[in-house]
């Protein structure tokens, strides 16, 4: 998809004064950050499968080459083919072929944030080939021409109105008596019109949440069912994943498992958890007859050896996107590109680049909240101060906020001129703040302030309470 | 193809010059060889019958229902089900001998077709390798006797789990699928409860691509 992570600051405003995005990013709270904390609480060792989920990511990343040559290996002799792709162009190249090779018209598609990283529903219909998205929220926004807003919960920023409407639109030509009001009965037409879809389709695609190099399986994860019709009904089946997916054996993917489900959306274990491995077998009654994984790098080599690599360990479960502040007073799609919250603000730089990308490691108010849920203890806050570090000396940032930190830098650097600044201006704003105890403008702090007010200082300067001894 | 510029880079980032070799190449392929544990939570870990009791209590909680009963008494009980969920009585079902076996004369009203479908039978019966207590979870494995059709575009499923078959963990399941197994099928289905959806405004929705009904018929003299 085209970026506008550019026009962070503006997207971001808009994203605010939208009365229909603010409702729907206040449902988020019930559904996904209370039932986390529920499913945490129902399971004891909850806090230590993170630990070794996280050193089982560290191991295979440490031998990321080795573990790919096994999967690579094992799909091989179960009769699949891997597709090895350095970037999205070579990716879609890749798919378009094999497409073209099956003769296929439409294809379905389970959900792959890959495909979206890539662009490959729209490069597939200019090549005359019809993608079709089964996963509901997908759909959705499939039809909206939009692209999705949280990567497990697409169209969490639509309510049940703006989908009847598009339902009414591309199934019933815009005839409004058939307009359905209830979510069950949105629920029932979209089955009843992608049913016809699947049993249609001539390729299915879907993503990947891991690869096993034990076995050679791909393994997806959902709750509708919609990846396993789209990976059983054509007769091929093309796995995309990038890199990072892969773990060493199935006791590794249990554990990786075990935490997924819960952090994503407080669920015990998806409804379905499939493995798959090459294409049907003699004697099998159905499946694919041919099985593809198109294993994309995409910049991936690039963060393995920088100081970025533990965001390789995501299993993007959407904790981070669920827990964090900034998320949940602008949604996903100021964010710009593919990959929204804190995850996307460490990621997009990386694929992106940091000049499309600069705003958004400054998204995050560093509240902590991100690396305190991330199942595979990723330490966000610390990936976007690296980023924010290359903004600062590639010189992206503006030049009031360059001016500000450089001003701050330099007075840090002189102890006693700092604390006699710091006392003058904590005197000055808390007399500006003064009953209410806040300020609703700052000197050169209006953008900051256009939305907020500012809390006044109270009392004496750190330094001066701790001087007086008041410390405990 | 980018596969060696791809392996190279890996290697690079890692600051290897060449693939892994000598005794950390055996170590990574003893740890594929030999698989191991990780840390498996204690509530699995319980003696049968508490494993059925935590099955049936975690399998109710998303929506499946349960009953225990004698092999000889499948063909009744699964008529007895589609009759009170107002259901024809007719199924596609798994050619599986294990399930031919069992006296289908004692409910002759039940008109079944073997074999996979293509969408067009209401309700689809199969037999799970096993089931994981731990969560709630059968396990199928596709094969000549288990197509995947059944598990997901019937609107009912109904699944046949012989109690000796119902783990407490998922790491059982595995070692079992290895001991009995001499390759991986093409595919393990887990599944957790009837299809569900919670993408238009986060309320959760039945039969959102598959089954929206699903019933465990726990079978004890069945191996």
């Given at each position: ?7 962070f600051p503006a997207n971001a405003a808009a994203a605010i004064a939208d009365p229909?995005?603010q409702?729907?990013l206040g449902?988020?709270k ?293 827990h964090c502040p900034v998320y949940g007073t602008i949604g996903?799609?100021a ?7 804190p995850?996307?603000s ?13 705003h958004l490691p400054n998204a995050s108010t560093f509240c902590g909240r991100c690396?305190e ?8 806050p610390?990936?976007l101060r690296?980023?924010r570090?290359?903004e600062f000396?590639?010189?992206?940032a503006p030049a009031a906020a360059r001016w500000g930190l450089g001003a701050w830098a330099f007075l840090a650097a002189r102890p006693r001129a700092y604390r006699l600044v710091a006392r003058l201006v904590a005197r000055t704003l808390a007399l500006l703040g003064g009953r209410r105890g806040r300020l609703a403008a700052l000197p050169f702090g209006a953008g900051w302030t256009a939305t907020r007010d500012m809390p006044a200082p109270e009392g004496a300067t750190f330094h001066a309470q701790w001087a007086a001894g008041r410390r405990r | ?223």
């Open positions: 998809m085209k970026s506008t992570a550019h026009d229909a995005l409702k729907a449902r988020l019930g559904h996904f950050i209370d039932k986390r904390a529920a499913a945490r609480a129902k399971l004891p060792e909850f806090d230590a499968l993170r630990d070794q989920a996280k050193a089982i990511k560290d191991h295979t990343l440490a031998h990321l080459d080795a573990y790919l040559e096994r999967f690579e290996a094992r799909v091989v002799a179960a009769g699949g083919q891997v597709h090895w792709c350095a970037d999205g162009a070579e990716a879609r190249a890749t798919v378009l072929e094999i497409c073209r090779r099956a003769g296929a018209r439409t294809v379905t598609k389970g959900k792959t944030m890959i495909a979206e990283e890539i662009g490959l529903n729209p490069f597939l219909e200019a090549n005359g080939i019809e993608p079709v998205e089964t996963d509901l929220g997908e759909y959705i926004i499939q039809l909206a021409k939009e692209p999705p807003s949280h990567i497990i919960a697409p169209a969490v920023h639509k309510n049940k109105e703006q989908i009847s409407d598009l339902f009414v639109d591309h199934h019933h030509g815009g005839d409004r008596s058939r307009r359905l009001q209830g979510i069950p009965e949105l629920v029932t037409e979209a089955r009843e019109v992608l049913r016809r879809r699947f049993l249609a389709a001539d390729v299915g695609i879907t993503g990947a949440n891991l690869l096993i190099a034990e076995t050679g399986q791909t393994v997806i994860v959902t709750n509708e069912g919609n990846g396993d019709l789209t990976q059983t009904l054509p007769g091929v089946h093309v796995v995309l994943a990038s890199l990072e997916k892969v773990v060493p054996t199935l006791e590794d993917a249990t554990t990786i498992l075990r935490v997924l489900a819960r952090s994503a959306t407080g669920q015990e274990f998806s409804t379905y958890t499939t493995f798959s491995a090459g294409p049907r077998r003699a004697g099998d009654h159905d499946g694919p007859a041919a099985f593809h994984v198109v294993l994309l790098d995409n910049g991936r080599t690039t963060l393995l050896g920088n100081e970025m690599r533990d965001i390789l360990r995501c299993i993007r479960c959407g904790a981070c996107l669920n996903g799609h964010y710009g590109w593919v990959y929204p919250g995850m996307g460490v990621l997009s730089p990386a694929l992106i680049g940091l000049d499309e990308a600069h690396e849920v991330c199942p595979m203890r990723i330490p966000l610390r990936l690296h980023w570090e290359r000396a590639a010189a992206k | 193809m980018s596969r060696a510029a791809i392996l190279a880079g890996v290697r690079q980032a890692l600051g290897r010059d060449g693939p892994l070799e000598g005794e950390a190449l055996a170590a990574l392929d003893r740890r594929l060889a030999q698989p191991r544990p990780n840390l498996v939570p204690t509530r699995g870990r319980v003696p049968l019958e508490d494993r059925v009791a935590l099955f049936a209590r975690l399998a109710g909680e998303v929506g499946a229902t349960t009953e225990r009963l004698a092999a000889t008494d499948v063909p009744m009980a699964i008529a007895r089900y589609l009759a009170q969920q107002n259901l024809p009585a007719a199924a596609a079902i798994a050619p599986d001998p294990a399930l031919d076996a069992l006296p289908w004369s004692t409910a002759p009203m039940l008109a079944l077709k073997r074999g996979p479908t293509q969408g067009d039978n209401l309700v689809g019966v199969s037999r799970a390798f096993a089931a994981v207590a731990e969560t709630g979870t059968l396990v199928m494995l596709s094969g000549p006797d288990s197509p995947t059709t059944l598990n997901f575009l019937s609107e009912t499923h109904v699944v046949v789990l012989p109690v000796a078959r119902l783990a407490g963990t998922y790491e059982e399941v595995w070692a079992r699928l290895r001991a009995e197994r001499d390759a991986i099928p093409r595919t393990v289905n887990l599944i957790t409860g009837p299809s569900r959806t919670a993408d238009i405004e986060q309320t959760i929705q039945r039969g959102a691509h598959g089954p929206r009904w699903l019933h465990i018929l726990l079978v004890d003299d069945e191996g």
